[in-house]
């Protein structure tokens, strides 16, 4: 098993530019979710999603957009980058939410935006 | 929302000595997780507690469940060069991190 897999691994946007970060798990994991990553600030949750065709907002879900259509992917969505998104970013499966299941995380992504 | 507090931010040890990394839950929690990232890395889960008061232990670490199910601690003995890394608590099935403890080493 890959487990999960982020890419791209680095990314530098300009300002107002859009891009999608790729997150697909093997694991058939039913809960999936989005992570930015400042210093000091931990892990602060963006998006998740608890099955196909579900998501749901986190704490900081400004700015970005995300879908579930299928079990294994879940993508994340900068529509128009700002610098304030500047962020490390991960993304993280876990098999079911229901009483308490650990978290997988891939890799990350560093995003710099200009 | 549910606030996840975690101290100290940083913590610089001798190798050989301890440390305890605490964690504070605003709100009762139905269970508590624990994970490590090195430098450079991404988390990776450590443990899961779930009952008030429980301990359970790994080697040298011990982590701890506070009897209102508000608060969690990690106690590492005789920390070694390869504990260093930031440790953070994670409540609420793993939606709210604390900011982390990270850990330095000196040989």
């Known amino acids: 098993n890959a487990g999960v897999t982020q890419t791209p691994k680095f990314q530098v946007l300009k300002t107002g530019q859009s891009m999608t970060l790729q997150c697909a798990q093997d694991?058939?994991?039913?809960?999936m979710s989005w992570y930015r990553q400042d210093p000091g600030m931990g892990l602060r949750l963006i998006h998740y999603?608890?099955?196909?065709?579900?998501?749901d907002q986190g704490e900081v879900p400004n700015g970005y957009n995300v879908s579930r259509s299928t079990t294994e992917d879940f993508p994340l969505r900068l529509l128009s980058a700002a610098p304030s998104q500047t962020s490390v970013y991960f993304c993280?499966?876990?098999?079911?939410?229901?009483?308490?299941?650990?978290?997988?995380f891939g890799n990350g992504t560093r995003l710099t935006v200009t | 929302g549910q606030q996840v507090m975690q101290i100290p931010q940083y913590q610089h040890v001798q190798e050989g000595e301890d440390f305890t990394t605490y964690c504070n839950s605003s709100?009762?929690?139905?269970?508590i997780q624990w994970y490590k990232q090195r430098p450079g890395g991404h988390p990776v889960f450590l443990i899961q507690?779930?009952?008030?008061?429980e301990v359970k232990k790994q080697k040298r670490l011990t982590f701890q469940f506070g009897e209102a199910k508000k608060n969690s601690s990690l106690h590492i003995t005789a920390t070694q060069t390869t504990d260093v890394g930031t440790y953070f608590c994670?409540?609420?099935?793993?939606?709210?991190f604390g900011a982390g403890t990270r850990l330095t080493v000196k040989p």
């Open positions: 994670a409540g609420k099935e793993g939606m709210r």
């Open positions: 999603s608890v099955g196909a065709g579900i998501t």
């Open positions: 993280a499966s876990s098999y079911t939410t229901k009483g308490g299941s650990p978290l997988h």
């Open positions: 694991m058939n994991h039913e809960y």
């Open positions: 507690l779930v009952k008030s008061g």
């Open positions: 709100t009762t929690l139905s269970n």
